[in-house]
């Protein structure tokens, strides 16, 4: 005797691609459209910044650095958060997704903000500019902790 017509097209690995085919391709479609409002960004940000950047005229590398991370961090952030925010992998994961995104926007404030915080005390004496700026670091990373 043989099988059932419809066992066999279930035990069939060309029926289960078949199968399967369309929740792949519309989760791969999900996947891509989530993401590419924030991939655009990010990739724009890392080729045009650090090309308009006057690198000759600059005393401090670090500080042009800062700002280019500045502007690229909220958008990593938020782009590896929405990207995984919909698997179900419980709270624990789903919590350190959303610190990942609340650490790129703390670094887009803080490490952001350190040329502005520079540019503003440039003309004070060293002894006080260091002072503001390690003030600044220091209550910026105090605000990272709380």
């Known amino acids: 005797r043989s099988p059932a ?25 999900v996947v891509i459209k989530a993401s590419l409002p924030y991939r655009i960004p990010i990739v724009y940000i890392l080729v045009t910044v650090p090309g308009l950047m006057p690198w000759d ?18 958008w990593i952030g938020s782009f590896v958060y929405h990207l995984f925010m919909n ?26 903000a350190l040329p502005m915080v520079y540019a503003s005390v440039f003309c004070l004496p060293w002894a006080c500019r260091w002072l503001i700026l390690s003030s600044y670091c220091l209550l910026s990373i105090w605000g990272l902790y709380k």
């Open 5 to 29: 017509p419809s066992s066999i097209s279930i035990l069939d690995p060309s029926s289960l691609i078949a199968f399967f085919y369309p929740i792949w391709l519309h989760l791969l479609s």
């Open 57 to 74: 005229h600059i005393e401090s590398r670090f500080l042009p650095w800062c700002h280019i991370v500045g502007a690229v961090s909220p």
């Open 87 to 112: 698997l179900e992998r419980g709270e624990v994961v789903y919590y350190k997704l959303l610190q990942l995104d609340m650490l790129g926007i703390w670094i887009s404030q803080s490490f952001g």
